[in-house]
Every structure is written in structure tokens, then in C-alpha cells.
């Protein structure tokens, strides 16, 4: 067999398996529908609080009020209207990249739970990677979502 050839068998074999790996793995129909419910609002522009437990620096476990304008997180401050660090900050997701972080999360992670209310809006998202591993774990509440002005 030339090496051409061989090359290319080997990539047939290579993406085909990779196929067949995600295949296996399908969306959790109770997150596909609260995803689905989130993106039917056509929501650009909100706001919401966030609120993270983890064991972070006490910035990060704060409620966080996070303001979303066209898709994107334009800011983060704490009740008091003080602008979070920018270390935390680019820890934050908007509900959209929430939803991708489970939805990819699904194949690899021991466990991913989404509860939802039925608008889409999650209320809680947890992933634990590894049962076996410890604080490796990412849980967020979410709470308090409204258009933003």
C-alpha cells in the first residue's frame, strides 16, 4: 500500500471513529428543550444576577449583576454597582454560552444538570467533570433575569 493511500485510510478510520463517538453521545432532551425555550425569546440584550459556588476568591462567589447587550457581557458589578475584576469577569457566560458550556460538557462530564424554568431561563447549571475528582465541580444560579434597559 502506498503511503498516500495509507494516509488516507487512516483519516477514514480517524473521522469515522470520531463520528461515531458523538453519535453516542446525545443531548439531554430536558437541556435541548430549556436551550431550544431560551433561544425562541430572541433575547440580545438582558440582564440577570449570577452567583457562583466554588472555592474561589470571595469576589467570584458574590451575586454578580451581569448586563448582556447584542449577545455580548458589557458588564459585571457586584449590588453596589462596583465593576467586578476583570479576572472574574472573564469568567462570566451569557445564558447562550451557559447553554454551550453544557451542551459540550454532555460527552465528557460524569454529570451536567440544568434546571430551567419553562421560558428557557436556567436556574441552576452543574457540571462535575469527574466524580472522582474533588472542587473540580462548576455550579452557577442564576436569578433575577430582565431585559436590560
Same mark, same amino acid.
Given at each position: 500500500? #502506498?503511503?498516500?493511500a495509507?494516509?488516507?485510510?487512516?483519516? /477514514?478510520?480517524?473521522?469515522?471513529?470520531?463520528?461515531?463517538?458523538?453519535?453516542?453521545?446525545?443531548?439531554?432532551?430536558?437541556?435541548?428543550?430549556?436551550?431550544n425555550? /431560551?433561544?425562541?425569546?430572541?433575547?440580545?440584550? =438582558?440582564?440577570?444576577? /449570577?452567583?457562583?459556588?466554588?472555592?474561589?476568591?470571595?469576589?467570584?462567589?458574590?451575586?454578580?449583576?451581569? #448586563?448582556?447587550?447584542?449577545?455580548? *457581557?458589557?458588564?459585571?458589578?457586584?449590588?453596589?454597582?462596583?465593576?467586578i475584576? #476583570?479576572?472574574?469577569?472573564?469568567?462570566?457566560?451569557?445564558?447562550d454560552?451557559? =447553554?454551550?458550556?453544557?451542551?459540550?460538557?454532555?460527552?465528557?462530564?460524569?454529570?451536567v444538570?440544568?434546571?430551567?424554568?419553562?421560558?428557557?431561563?436556567?436556574?441552576?447549571?452543574? *457540571?462535575?467533570?469527574?466524580l472522582?475528582?474533588?472542587?473540580?465541580?462548576?455550579?452557577?444560579? *442564576?436569578?433575577?433575569?430582565? #431585559?436590560?434597559p
Open positions: 500500500m #502506498t503511503p498516500p495509507f494516509a488516507r485510510i487512516a483519516l /477514514w478510520v480517524a473521522l469515522s471513529a470520531g463520528c461515531q463517538t458523538r453519535a453516542a453521545c446525545p443531548d439531554d432532551p430536558a437541556i435541548s428543550a430549556a436551550r425555550a /431560551w433561544a425562541a425569546r430572541h433575547l440580545a440584550d =438582558y440582564r440577570f444576577v /449570577w452567583q457562583e459556588s466554588c472555592f474561589c476568591v470571595p469576589e467570584a462567589v458574590q451575586p454578580i449583576v451581569v #448586563t448582556v447587550r447584542g449577545g455580548e *457581557i458589557v458588564a459585571a458589578t457586584d449590588r453596589n454597582g462596583r465593576a475584576s #476583570t479576572e472574574v469577569r472573564e469568567n462570566l457566560l451569557t445564558i454560552a451557559l =447553554y454551550r458550556r453544557a451542551a459540550a460538557a454532555q460527552c465528557t462530564a460524569a454529570v444538570r440544568v434546571v430551567a424554568k419553562t421560558d428557557g431561563v436556567p436556574s441552576s447549571v452543574f *457540571i462535575d467533570p469527574s472522582q475528582a474533588a472542587d473540580d465541580e462548576f455550579r452557577v444560579t *442564576i436569578t433575577e433575569l430582565s #431585559t436590560a
